[in-house]
């Protein structure tokens, strides 16, 4: 595709439910990031696929979290067990290389009521 | 480690004042550095990046930055603000030959009055 594209746009979901996010990055693009952003916040880094691989985990808040890149396109991120802390806009964005400018997803809008 | 510090949560200026976003960085290596806009409910766009060449980098919508090492600084500056220009702006900084991973600041949401 021309851009990132997230689904779903916006997700409701109840506490304590599981919810998949999915961002198809920009074709070729080898680099993959996951940010978290929250109202009035800058966005926070979760985590960065290099490939398939996920290169740096360090900014996944806790083990509720978990993200894939099996075939180093098409990335899920995934959330267990739901908390109302958890909502907030999660980002993605993908680069041609490592250091190259990265190119950001519209967001997807996590709610959990 | 790396880290981005944006002076002022809101910036007010008058449509056709001059427009003075101000980014200072902390980075153990050379670093690369970015500014994005978000308008509401989009994502984030890339307005200009600085990556060791020209220390004054040009943008998209008449924006520019200059990186200032001895000030660790890279203020985004506009001569002439539009109404256009109202929007979330947001620093970041990477570190060349180490990690790679933007690192954001909390953002600056630059207000236009016409």
């Known amino acids: 595709g021309a851009g990132v594209s997230q689904t779903p746009s916006n997700k409701v979901t109840e506490k304590g439910k599981y919810v998949e996010l999915r961002c198809d990055p920009i074709?070729?693009?080898?680099?993959l990031y996951w940010y978290r952003q929250s109202l009035g916040q800058g966005p926070e880094f979760l985590i960065y696929?290099?490939?398939?691989?996920?290169?740096?985990d360090s900014g996944l808040p806790n083990d509720r979290f978990f993200a894939v890149r099996p075939e180093g396109s098409v990335s899920t991120l995934k959330i267990q067990r739901t908390e109302r802390g958890d909502s907030a806009v999660y980002l993605c964005?993908?680069?041609?290389?490592?250091?190259?400018?990265?190119?950001f997803g519209q967001g997807t809008r996590l709610t959990v009521v | 480690a790396q880290s981005v510090t944006q002076l002022g949560s809101h910036v007010s200026v008058s449509e056709g004042a001059l427009v003075l976003l101000r980014c200072n960085y902390s980075s153990s290596v050379p670093p690369y550095l970015f500014w994005y806009v978000q308008y509401p409910n989009q994502g984030l766009q890339l307005l200009l990046k600085y990556t060791s060449a020209a220390t004054l980098v040009k943008g998209i919508n008449g924006f520019e930055a200059e990186f200032k090492k001895s000030e660790t600084s890279f203020h985004l500056t506009k001569p002439s603000a539009h109404m256009s220009d109202a929007a979330e702006y947001f620093c970041a900084v990477s570190e060349s030959g180490g990690s790679y991973i933007p690192t954001f600041g909390r953002g600056t949401s630059l207000i236009v009055h016409p």
């Open positions: 964005a993908s680069s041609l290389i490592e250091g190259s400018e990265a190119f």
């Open positions: 696929f290099q490939g398939t691989g996920a290169a740096d």
């Open positions: 074709s070729g693009h080898t680099a």
